[in-house]
């Protein structure tokens, strides 16, 4: 079974940065898809940035060229570097993870808690 667990979230002030982390256990799959999704109040939830085991990058238009995502040790641990953070930017990040689909389309089979991010302005 796998098992995600994000952390890094917390408040900051537009502008600042924060770097989320996902530790990842029981991911066996060879070809897959990892990513961050968000989910704010009263909207849907929205793909920030995906990366395959191909070494695909898709980001969301919002954050391209201030958000980085990145992974070490392969499938273990997964990052989301953050910069620039706007008041738009604020909503739950989930840390998912699955099969992998072209462009990372489809959807993840595994998900984790989530973890808050909140940007004042």
């Known amino acids: 079974q796998v098992q995600l667990q994000e952390s890094g979230g917390g408040s900051v002030q537009s502008g600042g940065s924060l770097r989320l982390s996902c530790a990842a256990a029981?991911?066996?799959?060879?070809?897959?898809?990892m990513g961050w999704f968000r989910q704010a109040p009263g909207k849907e939830r929205e793909r920030v940035a995906t990366?395959?085991?191909?070494?695909?990058?898709k980001y969301a238009d919002a954050v391209k060229g201030r958000f980085t995502i990145s992974q070490v040790n392969a499938k273990n641990t997964l990052y989301l570097q953050m910069n620039s953070l706007k008041p738009e930017d604020s909503a739950m990040y989930y840390c998912?993870?699955?099969?992998?689909?072209?462009?990372?389309?489809?959807?993840?089979?595994?998900w984790g808690k989530g973890t808050q991010v909140t940007v004042s302005s």
């Open positions: 029981g991911f066996d799959y060879s070809r897959y898809c």
């Open positions: 990366l395959s085991s191909y070494g695909g990058v």
């Open positions: 998912a993870a699955g099969r992998w689909s072209p462009d990372c389309d489809e959807e993840l089979e595994s």
